[in-house]
Structures are given as C-alpha cells and as structure tokens.
C-alpha cells in the first residue's frame, strides 16, 4: 500500500525537493507520512518512464516502468527484456494508480540499471506485435546513488531525532 500511495504522490508531483540532474536521469523525493522517498528514473522520447523508487524507513528501493499500457491491477505479465550482455524474460505485476498504470520490475533489475548503458523492455501486445521502450541509462548509476544517498540521510536524520528524544525523556 505504501508503494502505491509514493507512486500516487509522485506522480501527481508533490515533490519536496529540488531535481537532481545526472546524464538523462534525475533525481527527487518527498517525504510522506514521516518516511522519505527518493526518485530516480528517466523519460524516453516516446513517454515511456523507467525508474527507482527508495524509501527510508525500509532501506529498499524498487525498480518500475510506466509505458502508458493498459493492464489489470495486481496482474502478472511476461515481458523481454535487452540489456547490454543480452536479454531475458520478465514477469512484471501491474499497479493502478489513478489513470496510469505501474508495472514493478523484478528486483534484481537494479543492479541492469546501475550497471548496463542500455535498458530495453518489449511486451507482446496483440496480433503478433510487440510494444517496445528504449532506455538510455546515462547517467543511472549515479542517480540511483543520489536517491540512495537521500534515504540514507533521512534515515539517519531519524535516528538521531529519536535518540535525542529518549535521552531528553530517561536521562
């Protein structure tokens, strides 16, 4: 739930902080209910987003794709995807989020997106044809550093205010 309410907010651009810009990619956050998520992602001539999300309270962060297809909310659909040393298949779950649709790649992607120079993902879409997305990762690696680093920092931040306040209550 967490993840859908972050996409929701981002999405609708309720950022907190300034944009960071590295290669094609940029990077900003929010903070929501106390926990800060950062964004990492990038925008192909065609629309399509490829991203990370990273979140403070759980250390984590999370690959995804908006490419302006259609799906069923919680849905599995198989997808290929092209990197620089070759390419696999994918199954990727849908997340609605108000009139866009969400599809969470599988975690092990991260390490694609940090270390390839190209990310190329092709669903089947109907009739024999595929829909395609090209990403240029110029510039991923150090965006998903920044947003890395963003979460990093609130975590921290957070962990001094709370060791601030129990020694301000029991010492």
């Known amino acids: 739930?967490?993840?859908?309410?972050?996409?929701?907010?981002?999405?609708?651009?309720?950022?907190?902080?300034e944009e960071q810009l590295f290669g094609s990619w940029k990077v900003n956050?929010?903070?929501?209910?106390?926990?800060?998520?950062?964004?990492?992602?990038?925008?192909?001539?065609?629309?399509?987003?490829l991203g990370v999300m990273c979140f403070s309270d759980s250390k984590e962060c999370s690959p995804y794709l908006i490419n302006g297809l259609t799906c069923d909310n919680d849905g599995k659909?198989?997808?290929?995807?092209?990197?620089?040393?070759?390419?696999?298949?994918?199954?990727?779950?849908?997340?609605?989020?108000e009139d866009r649709h969400l599809y969470s790649l599988p975690e092990e992607h991260l390490e694609y997106l940090i270390s390839m120079n190209r990310y190329s993902v092709a669903f089947g879409v109907s009739d024999g044809k595929f829909k395609a997305a090209y990403f240029t990762l110029n510039g991923s690696a150090k965006?998903?550093?920044?947003?890395?680093?963003?979460?990093?920092?609130?975590?921290?931040?957070n962990t001094?205010?709370?060791?601030?306040?129990?020694?301000?209550?029991y010492l």
């Open 1 to 17: 739930m967490r993840y859908i309410i972050s996409c929701i907010l981002f999405i609708s651009g309720n950022s907190v902080s």
């Open 29 to 49: 956050s929010l903070v929501y209910e106390g926990v800060t998520i950062s964004f990492a992602n990038t925008t192909n001539g065609s629309g399509s987003t």
């Open 77 to 97: 659909y198989p997808a290929l995807v092209a990197v620089d040393n070759g390419l696999t298949s994918v199954n990727m779950e849908c997340i609605h989020i």
């Open 143 to 157: 965006a998903v550093i920044a947003a890395r680093g963003i979460i990093d920092s609130a975590a921290e931040k």
């Open 160 to 169: 001094k205010a709370k060791t601030k306040n129990y020694e301000d209550t």
